[in-house]
């Protein structure tokens, strides 16, 4: 009888833990674990956290013209390689040969090519007016730079040419093989390269900074000359706030994007 009593007790708690085990589905429970709760966190976070882009940076050109100078044009080069930018450089092609030696710009060309920066013609001597000088003189100021500017940057082809003084003929302009770069902002600096006193230069270079920066704006294009400390000493300055005001200087080219010869251009 007690043998009986207990098998009946038995199959009893086994149909128990059947039904059991039916009602939960037959599925083990989950657990959920500290490592599993903290990927489904980091899952959910990167599917709603949005990234905003970057705000594109403004671009303008600073322009370069009279050099190379073998003291300031380097100066500046490397002033602009410490924020990653670029400039465009009108050269005279007798300053690059040697006979200004002053200048000794021919070392300086190559610096200026082989660290990104773009060359363009600003002609030979320095002493003409294209808007008034003959055809053969003309020709002889573009020729010559070109050829100066390939003897020592080799391979170099220059696409820019920018008229002395910003002055030349419409006829010439149309008929050019070269884009025409004039500008929209004066720097002014060659009206303010005096040295005479250390209260002098500080004015001047002031003036300098402020000739640019009141009045620049994204696609301008900026006009210095590469010859004087007064340039070296504003760029400086105006590098920096132009880097936190969210602009970025590149080269005419870049500015343009593939200016068109036979064209004149003074900003984007």
Known sequence: MRIKKFFRTFLLLYIAAICFLTSCGGKTPSVTTASSATTQTSSTTSSTTSV?????????????DDGPHNVWTVAIAD????????ATFF?????????KRVYNGSSTALYLFRNGHELGIHGYTHLENYKNCSDAEYQYEMSETVAAIKKFCSGYEA?????????????RIEASPYSIITWNVDSLDYKHKGNDSASEQKENVETIVQNVMSTVKEGDIILMHDIYENTYEALKIILERLDAEGYEVVTITELLGEPLPGTRYSHR
Do not use: C, D, W
Request: charged share 25%; hydrophobic share 35%; proline share 9%.
């Open 52 to 64: 905003t882009p970057p705000e594109p940076k403004k671009r303008v050109a600073i322009t370069f």
């Open 79 to 86: 002033e602009l390689a410490k924020y990653g930018f670029h």
């Open 91 to 99: 050269v005279v092609g007798n300053r690059i040969g040697g006979e």
């Open 159 to 171: 696409t820019l040419m920018r008229p002395i003084g910003g002055s030349i003929s419409q006829e």
